[in-house]
């Protein structure tokens, strides 16, 4: 029998990523849903053309009170939301999959958004349901990147990584959540105290493999609690930026003028640097890449750093953030039963298994290097 899966916002950017590779596959069978009736019957026309096989799809407002018994009459199994921006968001997509009994992951990478979904951890477990949120780049693929290589260390001291993008602009949606804390606090670990830094702020370059010189700025990522509690670390920081440094610039004069009070409304600029972005995408390089350093004591007592970097070429960087959800659908059809409850998306999906849901080699590669040295 075929698994059920259901895409909220199939035909936008991340969600149409999800689609095409759940389209091909035999064991899944797909559905769309969206807001916008021509939208989605476009994108169901797109796949169908693209696989030969057909999907089907459910036009309305998943956050609205006909979800739950949407799934229900669909028989959907598997629920993954796509539906950003998730600053701000309600839980009320994953609390309609519990109420018709439907598991859940969301491609979400809000802080608040994914720290937070503990909440629903006692609804979940009496619906013996899986929400899982944060099925994407950070914290799941990042964590996955540590978990193999933990049995190297003792005790990890800090992890410091962060994300480079190409100059390939992602939907405005996902900018508008991403410039939400520009200028504001963010908290980090250093030494193992609280410290804030602001984001989109301080400034750093850093030389990556493949990539080049990059331009790196503060972000907000759920890693900053999850990885202090998983990995016991005591120094913890996130940066990210885009392929051209231009773009890393816009985004830190308009940090600045959120923080001094010159503006207000992010989501209007948001659309503006979404724009003007566009307009300058044909001079990046497609080259995207996340990047981790772990520093610690290795097993043998002695100082151990891993830097390890996952590349994508060729404009491949968001395939990234909207495989992990591939990887866990393909797991489920296969039988694979996640724990019940409701919790971040760490520790379900492998290294192995989110490359392969990706499964282009030719435009992703994974580099994983040591060395001893100070501490």
Known sequence: MAFRVMVVGGYGNFGSIVCRHLAVMPQVELVLSGRDARKLQLKIDELHARSGRACEGWCGDAMGAGFQAALSTLNIQLVVHTGGPFQGQSYAVAESCIGAGVNYCDLSDCRTFVNGIGALDASARQAGVAILSGCS?????????????????SCIDSIEHGISSSAKMPGLSTVEGVLAYAGKPIRQLRHGQVHEVLGWLDLSLRKMPQLGTRLLANVDVPDMDIFARRYGAQTLSFKAGAGLKLGGVANALLA???????????ARWAARLHRLGMRFERFGDGKSAMYIDVRGIGIDGKPLTMTA?????NDKGPEIPSCAAVALAVKMASGYVPQSGARPCV?????AEYLAAINDPANLSLSVQFSQGQR
């Open 137 to 153: 780049s950070v914290p799941t693929l990042s964590s996955a990147i540590i978990d193999e290589q933990r049995h190297r260390f």
């Open 309 to 313: 970097q996952l590349t994508a070429l």
């Open 256 to 266: 600045q003028a959120l923080r001094f009070g010159l503006v207000r409304d992010h």
């Open 347 to 351: 520790g379900e999906i492998s290294v």
